[in-house]
């Protein structure tokens, strides 16, 4: 097969080119690799080693000369030194007045204390007492006590006092409260409890109030001459008025005249039935009509 029609006038003219340019292609390649024998060589590239080579410059070896070995003067110089460092101590420090010795404080062993067991719960209850206040210096009254589990041997002590007790039930007991018991102001402690204390209650407490006094001053009395009924003065703390009371009188409204005499005026509360003992004043004693002296009488004064 025929690769090139050299009958057409276009294809001489390649072949021509092609040719031109192989042979300019070989030309160069030829004056990179060897040259046109130019005077000046072309330097030579040189790569570097990791060992440098040492250039021998001299043509003949010279023969290593040894160093010469100093001889040794005297032995003795060369011994092991002992070395005995002398003893030092440091001067004394001067004292300083300002600094105290103190002792550590001695450790404190602590105490083992055994917990306090809890006191376990009474067993019987007491809810309420009635009366719960009351007034010293009153008559006797009678006393109920309200709460749960009451038994028929259970009992009520006031202040440590056993009383007498009626039994009502296992919720309710009673009983009476002598007048002794309640002689001054303060407060008493009731408890129920059974003599030998192996069933109790929690204590609850009545107060016992002071009762209240009358206002008065007694100043003075005033006998008539027919006795049928002293008549005696009475004067108010509060405004120091002065009036004129008789036996059976309500003074204060609420205090009674019982007894009138030369020496004490005794007044009973209506409501409490409290008597009050009020004593003349020792400064008004000759202030009534009595320490008055009576005036002479003529025919006393004639002799027969």
Same mark, same amino acid.
């Given at each position: 097969?025929?690769?090139?029609?050299?009958?057409?006038?276009?294809?001489?003219?390649?072949?021509?080119?092609?040719?031109?340019?192989?042979?300019?292609?070989?030309?160069?390649?030829?004056?990179?690799?060897?040259?046109?024998?130019? *005077?000046?060589?072309?330097?030579?590239?040189?790569?570097?080693?990791?060992?440098?080579?040492?250039?021998?410059?001299?043509?003949?070896?010279?023969?290593?000369?040894?160093?010469?070995?100093?001889?040794?003067?005297?032995?003795?110089?060369?011994?092991?030194?002992?070395?005995? /460092? *002398?003893?030092?101590?440091?001067?004394?420090?001067?004292?300083?007045?300002?600094?105290?010795?103190?002792?550590?404080? =001695?450790?404190?062993?602590?105490?083992?204390?055994?917990?306090?067991?809890?006191?376990?719960?009474?067993?019987?209850?007491?809810?309420?007492?009635?009366?719960?206040?009351?007034?010293?210096?009153?008559?006797?009254?009678?006393?109920?006590?309200?709460?749960?589990?009451?038994?028929?041997?259970?009992?009520?002590?006031?202040?440590?006092?056993?009383?007498?007790?009626?039994? =009502?039930?296992?919720?309710?007991?009673?009983?009476?409260?002598?007048?002794?018991?309640?002689?001054?102001?303060?407060?008493?402690?009731?408890?129920?409890?059974?003599?030998?204390?192996?069933?109790?209650?929690?204590?609850?407490?009545?107060?016992?109030?002071? /009762?209240?006094?009358?206002?008065?001053?007694?100043?003075?009395?005033?006998?008539?001459?027919?006795?049928?009924?002293?008549?005696?003065?009475?004067?108010?703390?509060?405004?120091?008025?002065i009036m004129t009371v008789y036996r059976g009188d309500i003074i204060?409204?609420?205090?009674?005249?019982?007894?009138?005499?030369q020496k004490e005026l005794v007044l009973?509360?209506?409501?409490?039935?409290?008597?009050?003992?009020?004593?003349?004043?020792?400064?008004?004693?000759?202030?009534?009509?009595?320490?008055?002296?009576?005036?002479?009488?003529?025919?006393?004064?004639?002799?027969?």
């Amino acid at each position: 097969m025929q690769l090139v029609d050299l009958n057409k006038p276009g294809e001489k003219k390649k072949l021509l080119a092609a040719a031109a340019l192989g042979l300019g292609a070989i030309i160069v390649l030829w004056w990179a690799l060897f040259g046109f024998g130019d *005077s000046n060589p072309r330097p030579t590239r040189t790569t570097a080693s990791a060992t440098p080579t040492l250039r021998n410059t001299q043509t003949t070896s010279r023969p290593q000369q040894q160093a010469p070995v100093a001889e040794v003067q005297n032995l003795a110089n060369f011994a092991p030194v002992d070395y005995l /460092p *002398s003893s030092y101590s440091a001067p004394e420090p001067k004292r300083n007045i300002f600094a105290f010795y103190e002792p550590p404080a =001695k450790p404190v062993a602590e105490a083992s204390t055994t917990p306090t067991p809890e006191p376990s719960p009474p067993p019987v209850l007491l809810a309420s007492v009635s009366p719960s206040n009351v007034y010293a210096r009153t008559a006797d009254f009678k006393l109920e006590v309200a709460g749960d589990k009451f038994t028929p041997a259970m009992r009520i002590f006031v202040d440590g006092r056993e009383m007498p007790t009626t039994y =009502k039930g296992p919720q309710q007991l009673s009983t009476t409260i002598s007048a002794s018991l309640i002689a001054a102001p303060g407060s008493r402690s009731v408890v129920v409890r059974t003599p030998d204390n192996s069933l109790w209650s929690a204590a609850l407490p009545i107060q016992v109030a002071a /009762p209240p006094v009358p206002n008065f001053n007694y100043v003075g009395i005033t006998s008539p001459q027919d006795r049928v009924a002293d008549q005696a003065w009475v004067q108010d703390k509060n405004n120091k008025t002065i009036m004129t009371v008789y036996r059976g009188d309500i003074i204060g409204g609420r205090f009674r005249v019982t007894s009138i005499s030369q020496k004490e005026l005794v007044l009973t509360d209506t409501s409490l039935k409290i008597k009050h003992t009020i004593a003349m004043s020792e400064s008004d004693k000759n202030a009534g009509p009595l320490s008055r002296p009576t005036p002479r009488v003529d025919s006393e004064d004639d002799e027969p």
